[in-house]
């Protein structure tokens, strides 16, 4: 009797769990964590292309010191942040993360506004390799951000909705920071290259 008790209060607890919430917080944690690895699978692409990207600019434009230095002074910010998987959880953390990040991409944006003038740059093998790797990473990039952004939107829903806000806080479920709006913005005005294109077709 005693032992069908038992299970009567775990089938009762189990329900009573997954009509709060818990199940969902739980799924949604995990996307969370696999959508943010990917993200930074994705950077890290992108930071191991800068070295040889940077030296074969430097082949053709020596003399541009100032946008190779910022290209490699924004790497080393990248490379220095702890982007573990704790990191989501940190507000100013992610934000420090996000900042790196953007100062990347703007660098890059230079050092590839820079190739514009230079020919025989633009015409080498390597770096017209390391272009189209570049520009493939960026829209990976923008893939694996955009699935953070929406399993990071379902998650903090659930956290802040009742009943299962009650369910979060029993557990210890906090919201998540997320990619800003501000930040969406500044990339979507950050100069864009189109690699290969003729310079006939370039705005």
Known sequence: ????????????????????????????????????????????RRADLVPNLVNVVKGYASHEKDVLTQV???????????????LINDEQAFAKFQAAQGEMSNALSRLLAVSENYPQLKADGVFRDLQAQLEGTENRITVARNRYIKAVQEYNVTVRSFPSNLTAMMFGFKTKPNFTVENEKEISRAPRVEFGAPASQKQ
């Open 1 to 44: 009797m005693r032992k069908l008790l038992m299970s009567l209060m775990l089938l009762l607890a189990a329900f009573s769990l997954q009509g709060c919430g818990y199940n969902t917080l739980q799924s949604t944690d995990e996307q969370i964590k696999a959508s943010w690895a990917e993200v930074l699978n994705q950077y890290q």
């Open 72 to 86: 490699t002074e924004a790497r080393a910010r990248v490379g220095a942040i702890q982007a573990t998987p704790e």
